[in-house]
């Protein structure tokens, strides 16, 4: 299996435009979380699918944030605008029922 | 609402030393609970987890932990450390039942290693 896939590694963009982040959970994991980490406020979890159904929003910070999961193999994590505080390394990772969190790499935010 | 604290920000080991990194947890049921290690620029990987039975848990790379209900802690041990044990370690609560909520993590403990 090759795990949770998130993309880009990376991204670098300018203040005010719309970022997509993206990931793959690993196969017949049925639950997906978005995380932020950042030096000041460490690791927050944004929002959680449960079978693809968005469960709980309450982390996403403000409603420039937006997460969907169209089908269980792929979720996006969209900003619109971005600003620089947005700034962050972005995990996604995905579990089963009694079973361990995987995460993925990550997606390293940079807004100018 | 549950809380994980880990008081040791930073904790200098030598090689070869042993090592505990303590973690405390605020939950209102039963804890499911795990530890996670991130090296720079990487993603958590996991280290060991409790979710029911035995108290003491056995991970990879060596590591174990204890759960110990009266003092709400999982502390994370290892006898004899590597310079390879460099990182930064998390511990973390999730629902009782290994549910399918989030996590909450802890602010994390950064290990360093010296020869």
């Known amino acids: 299996d090759a795990g949770v896939i998130q993309s880009p590694r990376h991204e670098v963009t300018e203040m005010g435009q719309e970022v997509t982040l993206r990931c793959k959970p690993i196969?017949?994991?049925?639950?997906l979380f978005w995380y932020r980490q950042t030096m000041m406020r460490g690791l927050e979890l944004l929002i959680y699918?449960?079978?693809?159904?968005?469960?709980?929003d309450s982390g996403m910070p403000e409603d420039r944030f937006s997460a969907k999961m169209p089908n269980a193999s792929f979720s996006t994590l969209k900003i619109q605008p971005s600003e620089p505080r947005d700034s962050a390394v972005y995990f996604c990772?995905?579990?089963?029922?009694?079973?361990?969190?995987?995460f993925g790499s990550g997606t390293r935010l940079t807004v100018v | 609402a549950q809380s994980v604290t880990q008081p040791d920000i930073h904790i200098t080991v030598s090689e070869g030393a042993s090592l505990e990194l303590r973690c405390n947890y605020s939950?209102?049921?039963?804890?499911?609970l795990f530890w996670y290690v991130q090296s720079p620029g990487q993603g958590l990987q996991l280290l060991l987890k409790?979710?029911?039975?035995?108290?003491l848990v056995q991970g990879i790379k060596g590591f174990e932990a204890e759960f110990k209900r009266s003092q709400s802690s999982f502390n994370l041990r290892k006898p004899s450390v590597h310079w390879s044990d460099a990182a930064e370690y998390f511990c973390?609560?999730?629902?009782?039942?290994?549910?399918?909520?989030?996590?909450?993590f802890g602010k994390g403990t950064h290990l360093i290693i010296q020869p």
């Open positions: 990772a995905s579990s089963q029922i009694r079973g361990g969190y995987t």
């Open positions: 196969s017949g994991h049925n639950s």
């Open positions: 699918f449960n079978n693809n159904v968005p469960i709980d």
């Open positions: 939950y209102g049921a039963t804890p499911y």
């Open positions: 409790y979710f029911s039975g035995d108290t």
């Open positions: 973390a609560v999730g629902p009782s039942g290994g549910g399918a909520d989030g996590l909450t």
